[in-house]
């Protein structure tokens, strides 16, 4: 999987309006197809691991992330946010959030996502942080625009 | 939604984490990519100890039972079914709107369940 040409589906915020850690997760949540029960337990999850270690792998660039048995297949926001977030030592500018599934076979789908988007970062990590829209943004990390916008829960 | 189910649900994703953290493939490819999963994951299990002072004893204790026996305790009902054992389940309990309003568990295998909704 490592350098793959495997496109993941993603949404994207390009300009993220949140100023706080815990709001661009509020804003990035939103978009994924979960109700109200269920965001707020995947945000108290993202909100732990941060607390647990900052999710920086390179800087300006964050991947809160969390395995939950609420999500059914991987989910994946990207956001951006032009002046920065800070997260909270250093400011963040593209995060991407991503939540596994907890599947009986082990955290495969999650260690493929996670070599996926190193060797993107590897890459690209300039491009990425200087993205002109949410495509590039997208392309450069090797995903694309889930089509049909939020689903309904 | 009952808030000890919300807990325990909770508590079943900060276990995967902390398991994720002791897996060998992920240690070494979250090193690598800057992060420190070592510390994340103590830091995880300190923040456990105090996430679990909030959860009742009773279902604590069935948590804990059920991790020990089958490595999982919290599972989804799906199509009315224990997605941990695959047994069927009674039909009044799937068909109840305020089934996530308590703690049900799966009258074959025990574990705790919710449904997505």
Known sequence: ?153 | MNLDLERLIGLHDLDVMIADLDRKDILDREKMMGLSPEKAREELITLRTEYVKNINKKWLGLYNQLTKHYGNAVVPAVSCRCTGCLTRLPTAMCSDPERNDRINTCPTCSRIMYWAE
């Open chain 1, 1 to 153: 999987m490592e350098g793959s040409s495997l496109k993941y589906s993603a949404h994207c915020v390009f300009d993220l309006k949140a100023c706080s850690r815990s709001d661009v997760l509020e804003e990035l949540l939103e978009l994924m197809p979960l109700n109200g029960n269920s965001r707020k337990l995947i945000h108290g999850a993202l909100e732990m691991r941060e607390q647990a270690g900052p999710t920086t792998i390179s800087p300006g660039i964050s991947i809160p992330h969390c395995r939950s048995i609420l999500v059914d297949d991987l989910t994946v926001v990207v956001g951006r946010s032009t002046a920065g977030v800070p997260w909270p030592e250093e400011r963040v500018k593209v995060m991407i959030l991503f939540i596994s599934p907890v599947k009986p076979d082990g955290p495969h789908e999650h260690l493929a996502f996670i070599s996926h988007v190193a060797s993107r970062i590897k890459k690209s990590a300039e491009a990425v942080l200087n993205a002109s829209s949410a495509e590039s943004l997208l392309e450069l990390l090797g995903m694309e625009p889930v089509l049909g916008g939020v689903d309904e829960p």
